[in-house]
């Protein structure tokens, strides 16, 4: 089992920078999959990102240019710098993990809101 702890969230101005860091229980070399999901109030849970090793991530297009996901192995850490904000990218962020053996785990979220 994976356990996934995001922090980082916060409210940010229209324009503004934050990371997000998702904090794993194991080597996250180990583990196949990892990325971002998004959801906005009254809409459906959407991709921001991701990565399968051991290929680069790909991005939803809402925010290819925008945001950069990295990862610390030293640290056990995924991020996700997020540069040029939107209110349209206001949302609970939440990190996924996802192995070889095909479970899928989930953080608990943390909040973003971009408002002036």
């Known amino acids: 089992q994976v356990r996934l702890v995001e922090s980082g969230g916060g409210l940010v101005q229209p324009g503004g920078s934050l990371r997000l860091s998702c904090a794993a229980s194991?080597?996250?070399?180990?583990?196949?999959?990892m990325g971002w999901w998004r959801q906005a109030p009254g809409k459906q849970r959407e991709l921001v990102g991701r990565?399968?090793?051991?290929?680069?991530?790909v991005y939803a297009n809402s925010v290819k240019g925008r945001f950069t996901i990295s990862t610390d192995n030293a640290k056990n850490t995924m991020y996700l710098q997020m540069n040029a904000l939107k209110p349209e990218d206001t949302a609970v962020y939440y990190c996924?993990?996802?192995?070889?053996?095909?479970?899928?785990?989930w953080g608990q979220g943390t909040q973003v809101t971009v408002s002036s």
């Open positions: 990565f399968f090793r051991p290929d680069s991530p």
């Open positions: 194991q080597n996250i070399i180990s583990i196949y999959s």
């Open positions: 996924t993990a996802y192995l070889d053996s095909g479970d899928d785990y």
